[in-house]
């Protein structure tokens, strides 16, 4: 049989192929005379062939059928058939095939053979895809070779036991004496896999974390000097050519022994105090011009905010951090952003320093740092900065690409709802909002305004005029023009009287006024929402206005007969009124009365109000004496767990049958609450005073939680909600949680809704999300606003519900909140 072709000729033939059909034919030709060879136990080419084989394989062909002549020469006694055969185990075979085991007794025999080299094959095969049983089988040798004085043979064993722990976690113990002498080496090589086993056995196991952070006899046995020792050495030794990466010494060894060292010092002071010197002699020594020093900088600067450092030191971190924003390189000013938004909570003023700089990345052409950016920035608003960075972000709103305007703008409603300095302000930020993004808003933006005017009764002029003029000719922001309408129709007599004492008084007339209604119902840019709300104003000036009450009801009449039934339904029983009703007319089209948005564990509920939107008013009186069935009074307490628990505030007997509970067994539907009617009548429960009483006028809640820790309430399969809290400056019985939710898993989870519920003695009241869906790798975050007051002063519990889809299932879950700090409640 002649010689098969070397693997060289093989390569370069098959690169000679012009078509994919012209390459298929040369593999599957090769393919046939390797495995004649095969069948024929050709000895002398089998390493040549394997090779080959081998090749094919990395092009995607398949070579399964090559496995057992990897094993036959591995059982060579040549070095260059083991090495080969080596590879092609590593490639071919894994702990799925139980073919890999037959090779266990000649990695068992390579270990213990006599040349460093065999047994450096033997090593790194074990330590690519060794299963657990092969794991089990050659741990000891692995951990006879973690002694042996070869440092060649020391750092691929420690890599191999790295693979072991990771494949049979319980034969850690086995490699803790050989790790005692494993930092005293003074090969690289070693000290870097060395410090990789190290971190592995920390984080797979609590004791061997504390393990390694205990003992106070001797300073040489305790792991953090030692390594503190090593990055000293690192950072202070001169130029050496052998580890020498752009005028920095090993930066890869730097980088592995900072994370190790933040494992050891997270939660630990003793540890974290031993470290901190060294920490800062790196981030003050370290050279910034090239990408490897801002890598360990990035380094240290996570390890700073992750142990229980000193504040200096955290201050030093957040200012090498504000560098990086100044940084020419992309990447390198997106890491900062991100690492800037993870500790904003714990370091809000050293943050706030860099806002300038934050704000300027707003302007950035990459998308991603202009995501990132935006999400700081909100995070940064506070009571006194407010209207600065509302400022800019409305300009940004303004400039933006359209797939940011809806978490912008929905930013701007929950910092402007929480921060507004005045309603005057409030109201003129949100219009700014509508006037610019009205098409992305979410849908509860429009009955949020109404219910902000509705209140600010000092402020009706002045909102109906912005208002109409806002809306003279341009219609395109539906939302705007819905609230516009809807305030044209309740304070349409100010707007023709000039009664605005803000700005100087515009003169319209009630003829104007009715034109302008009248072309947002003709106009194709409105909606059929949009025309419900111009025709019910038209319907409500025929009380405001004297001149023009014909007119009015010529238009009304018209609509009887429109295409749009809800349209029509509206103009007939408006109709109604002119002709049957008209005694009765102006007692029904009377000013709203101020709107109330109580809240109890979940979002407001929304009922139709004059024929629109509106936030409903949850009626608060006592329940009536006489049967009512026990789980409408229990609600709370079967979801808290807890015989003194029950609902804070009642809600009114509705003509629900007994077996559809209360309010808040519909909210959390699924908890499939019982109970039984009882004859005793139903306890008056005392009122106690609206969560929002005496918070309407300014803002009112201190900008800095100085002195109250962020609490991480929920963390379970890739969802993490923390909770940072504020108290009221005017109110000390309010408490003010912001929680905000985030998602390291690889896909988005959508449809995420929050709910909470507290015992009888406190209120809550649950703001709108910023968003529905949480994004994937942690690259962004939902946040929502709790205020919860607590007049009696007592230990704050909560029971929280999360639902939300993930991975095409819907997910839901349980917790109970009980770790809330003093500061919160005290």
């Known amino acids: 049989?002649?010689?098969?072709?070397?693997?060289?000729?093989?390569?370069?033939?098959?690169?000679?192929?012009?078509?994919?059909a012209e390459e298929r034919e040369m593999i599957q030709k090769e393919c046939a005379a390797i495995?004649?060879?095969?069948?024929?136990?050709?000895?002398?080419?089998?390493?040549?062939?394997?090779?080959?084989?081998l090749y094919m394989h990395m092009l995607g062909y398949p070579a399964h059928f090559g496995q057992l002549e990897c094993l036959k020469l591995i059982a060579s006694q040549k070095f260059t058939d083991k090495r080969i055969g080596y590879l092609g185990a590593m490639l071919l075979l894994d702990e799925r095939q139980d073919v890999h085991l037959l090779m266990t007794n000649c990695i068992k025999n390579d270990l213990n053979h006599s040349t460093q080299y065999v047994q450096g094959l033997a090593l790194c095969t074990l330590g690519c895809m060794g299963s657990s049983e092969m794991c089990r089988d050659l741990a000891g040798e692995v951990e006879k070779l973690l002694k042996t004085s070869n440092s060649y043979l020391r750092k691929k064993a420690a890599l191999c036991a790295v693979h072991v722990i990771r494949k049979v976690p319980e034969l850690m113990e086995m490699f803790l004496p050989a790790t005692k002498n494993l930092l005293n080496e003074k090969n690289h090589g070693v000290l870097h896999t060395s410090v990789v086993l190290l971190t592995e056995m920390c984080e797979r196991s609590p004791d061997m974390l504390a393990h390694f952070r205990k003992v106070r006899q001797l300073s040489s046995s305790q792991l953090v000097p030692q390594l503190v020792r090593i990055l000293k050495n690192l950072i202070m030794s001169g130029y050496s050519p052998e580890h020498d990466v752009s005028g920095i010494s090993d930066p890869f060894l730097q980088v592995r022994i900072l994370r190790l060292l933040r494992i050891l010092g997270r939660n630990d002071d003793d540890s974290s105090e031993a470290m901190n010197d060294i920490l800062a002699q790196v981030a003050t020594n370290t050279e910034t011009s090239k990408n490897v020093g801002n890598a360990i900088l990035y380094e240290t600067v996570l390890t700073i905010m992750d142990i229980k450092s000193e504040s200096g030191l955290r201050v030093l971190a957040i200012n090498i951090l504000g560098r990086f924003l100044l940084n020419n390189d992309k990447n390198i000013r997106y890491v900062a952003l991100t690492s800037l938004l993870k500790t904003v909570q714990t370091d809000h003023n050293a943050v706030q320093r860099h806002r300038s700089t934050i704000v300027d990345c707003l302007k950035d052409l990459d998308v991603s740092i202009k995501r990132r950016a935006m999400e700081l920035s909100f995070a940064l608003v506070n009571g006194n900065n407010v209207r600065g960075m509302m400022k800019e972000l409305l300009y940004f709103l303004d400039s933006c690409e359209p797939e940011f305007k809806a978490d912008c703008a929905s930013g701007i409603f929950l910092a402007a709802e929480k921060y507004a300095p005045s309603k005057r302000w409030h109201i003129d930020t949100i219009m700014r909002v509508l006037t610019t993004a009205g098409s992305y808003v979410r849908d509860d933006a429009v009955p949020n305004l109404i219910q902000l005017i509705t209140n600010s009764v000092e402020m009706h002029a002045y909102t109906v005029q912005r208002l109409y003029k806002a809306i003279l000719g341009d219609y395109s922001q539906q939302p705007l023009v819905q609230v516009a309408s809807w305030c044209i129709g309740e304070y349409g007599d100010l707007l023709v009287s000039g009664q605005c004492e803000e700005e100087e008084p515009i003169q319209v007339t009630e003829d104007e006024v009715l034109d302008i209604l009248e072309s947002v119902l003709i106009s194709n840019m409105s909606a059929s929402v949009t025309r419900g709300y111009a025709l019910t104003a038209i319907m409500k000036l025929s009380t405001r206005f004297t001149c023009t009450v014909n007119r009015i009801k010529k238009v009304v009449s018209i609509y009887g007969s429109s295409i749009d039934v809800e349209l029509q339904q509206r103009a007939v029983e408006y109709n109604a009124l002119f002709k049957k009703y008209d005694h009765m007319r102006p007692a029904l089209l009377e000013r709203m009365p101020v709107m109330e948005k109580v809240t109890t564990n979940g979002p407001a509920e929304i009922v139709q109000t004059n024929g629109e939107t509106e936030t409903a008013v949850l009626e608060t009186k006592p329940p009536p004496s006489g049967l009512q069935p026990a789980n409408q009074a229990n609600d709370l307490l079967d979801l808290l767990g807890g015989s003194d628990i029950t609902p804070v505030i009642p809600t009114a007997p509705t003509s629900k049958p007994a077996s559809a509970g209360g309010e808040l067994l519909d909210l959390l539907g699924d908890l499939n609450l019982t109970g039984s009617?009882?004859?005793?009548?139903?306890?008056?429960?005392?009122q106690p005073p609206f969560l929002l009483d005496g918070l309407t006028s300014q803002p009112l809640f201190n900008d800095i939680a100085a002195g109250i820790p962020s609490i991480t309430a929920y963390n379970k399969n890739g969802l993490k909600i923390d909770f940072t809290f504020e108290r009221s400056n005017t109110n000390p019985s309010v408490t003010v949680i912001t929680i905000q939710a985030s998602n390291s898993t690889e896909l988005d989870m959508t449809d995420f809704v929050f709910q909470a519920a507290v015992p009888k003695t406190f209120q809550l009241q649950l703001l709108s999300p910023s968003s529905s869906v949480i994004p994937a790798f942690n690259s962004g975050t939902i946040t929502q606003v709790i205020k919860v007051l607590n007049p009696q002063k007592q230990q704050l519990r909560m029971r929280i519900k999360l639902t939300y889809n993930h991975k095409g299932s819907a997910m839901q879950d349980l917790a109970e909140v009980n770790n809330f700090p003093p500061q919160s409640w005290q």
């Open 677 to 686: 009617p009882v004859s005793a009548p139903a306890p008056q429960i005392a």
């Open 35 to 53: 495995r004649s060879s095969f069948r024929e136990e050709d000895n002398t080419y089998r390493c040549r062939n394997v090779a080959k084989l």
């Open 1 to 20: 049989m002649p010689a098969p072709i070397r693997l060289r000729e093989l390569i370069r033939t098959i690169r000679t192929a012009r078509t994919q």
